[in-house]
């Protein structure tokens, strides 16, 4: 995307351009840890699945971004990870003291961010729902989490990114919604490094 295109593309479109180096990083880093080569492997994808998550919970219920986004406090997945967690007989991993939101203190451009990239790993999701159920998993069993919406996946996406698009923010806004969804994509790394090191 050049500079130009860059500055009048929906936000959406900019976050996807803008966080693309930092998202790919991630993704190599994920597929290197080979979290679907077995249930000791899911576990541990599970537990980083919980831990970005438990950081996210806070904003799901914040009317200020109900107001702004459809479905919000629906599109909570933490519930549905604890549930996988349980059905593997897996721990919920102890909270690191390093969460970044807390309910009465949200500030919405950060918030944004890092909605856009748990509501885009959502999207993404349908691979590794394939991959969990070549271990035997499912909606039903340990991969509630990554079963796509009953209203389809792509659907869903476009609700909210839709949403997204249609906020008026200022420039300064955006830079921040950017940055949010970095510092997500690299908290997302970093439980990756701790839970598959």
């Known amino acids: 995307m050049t500079p130009t295109e860059t500055m009048t593309a929906p936000l959406s479109q900019r976050l996807k351009s803008m966080t693309g180096e930092t998202h790919d ?4 880093r994920i597929m290197a840890a080979e979290p679907f080569a077995d249930i000791a492997n899911y576990r541990r994808f599970l537990a980083v699945q919980y831990a970005f998550h438990r ?5 799901y219920a914040d009317p200020v971004l109900a107001s702004l986004l459809p479905d919000l406090s629906a599109r909570n997945r933490l519930e549905r990870i604890g549930a996988d967690l349980a059905d593997l007989d897996a721990p919920v991993p102890a909270a ?13 451009p950060p918030a944004l961010g890092w909605l856009y990239v748990a509501e885009g790993s959502n999207l993404g999701a349908a ?10 998993l499912d909606g039903d069993r340990g991969a509630r989490h990554l079963a796509g919406h009953p209203d389809g996946r792509a659907r869903h996406w476009r609700a909210f990114t839709g949403a ?34």
Request: hydrophobic share 50%.
């Open 55 to 59: 950081d996210l919970d806070a904003l």
């Open 127 to 136: 691979f590794l729902y394939k991959a969990a159920a070549a271990l035997g």
């Open 25 to 28: 990083r991630l993704d190599r």
């Open 164 to 197: 997204l698009d249609g906020l008026s923010l200022s420039g300064a806004e955006d830079a921040r919604v950017i940055d949010g969804a970095r510092a997500a994509f690299t908290r997302v790394h970093a439980l990756v490094e701790r839970h598959f090191a």
């Open 96 to 108: 690191d003291g390093t969460a970044p939101f807390a309910p009465g203190a949200i500030e919405l």
